[in-house]
């Protein structure tokens, strides 16, 4: 019996926080700019990072290069700079080995998303995946998990799992769209306004652990 495991992506397999910081600390040195400006190139970037980011941080900062080369150089040092551990690429490998189908349900737009899983090698182990931008729907909306479980062959209504770090799109988007939910809570704590997950682990090896454990009937806290 298949059953079905859908991951957000960034800061759930990737660290995508550490990585912006990185760039924009090598942005600012690139184009002689003040380490205040780092600190404004990260939250230009932390909520959505698209082309037209960069038609802002183009001219809030003069800078020379169009827009489009200013995306492209940031796709590019983003993907160099996010890693996906080994210990979760084996985890992922084990997960489909033992019957379930893997898919990446995630926001963003499509040519960075698509390039980090080429980067950290999360596309060949996968089964399927679901970028806002392509669908035309973003977490929480149902639509948009719904796209990543037909992507990986499935459908919502057959049941799932879906695993993540973001308490409103990931969470409760999941537990709306039907999905149990496993919540990646990178040393948070949970927001009492929503409803809890069914599980609560530090990262993405123990959520991948407890799926491969099939002991996903009691809540498990860390």
Wanted: with cysteine.
């Amino acid at each position: 019996m298949q059953r079905l495991v859908l991951f957000d992506l960034d800061n759930t397999l990737i660290d995508r926080n550490g990585a912006i910081q990185d760039w924009a600390a090598q942005f600012a040195a690139r184009y002689s700019l003040t380490d205040h400006a780092s600190t404004q190139l990260v939250e230009s970037v932390q909520e959505r990072a698209f082309p037209a980011t960069f038609e802002t941080i183009r001219a809030q900062y003069r800078l020379q290069p169009s827009a489009n080369s200013l995306w492209r150089q940031y796709c590019s040092d983003i993907a160099a700079a996010v890693r996906c551990p080994e210990r979760v690429l084996t985890g992922m490998d084990a997960l489909r080995a033992t019957g379930w189908r893997v898919g990446i349900a995630t926001n963003g737009a499509t040519d960075i998303q698509n390039t980090k899983l080429k980067a950290t090698g999360l596309i060949g182990r996968i089964d399927g995946v679901s970028v806002s931008e392509t669908v035309g729907a973003r977490k929480p909306e149902t639509a948009a998990f719904e796209a990543a479980a037909v992507a990986c062959g499935s459908r919502l209504s057959q049941g799932g799992w879906m695993v993540g770090d973001n308490p409103e799109t990931d969470i409760d988007g999941g537990r709306r769209a039907g999905l149990r939910t496993i919540w990646i809570h990178n040393g948070r704590a949970w927001p009492d306004r929503l409803s809890a997950p069914d599980h609560c682990v530090p990262d993405a090896e123990a959520a991948i652990t407890l799926l491969l454990a099939d002991d996903c009937s009691r809540s498990v806290t860390t």
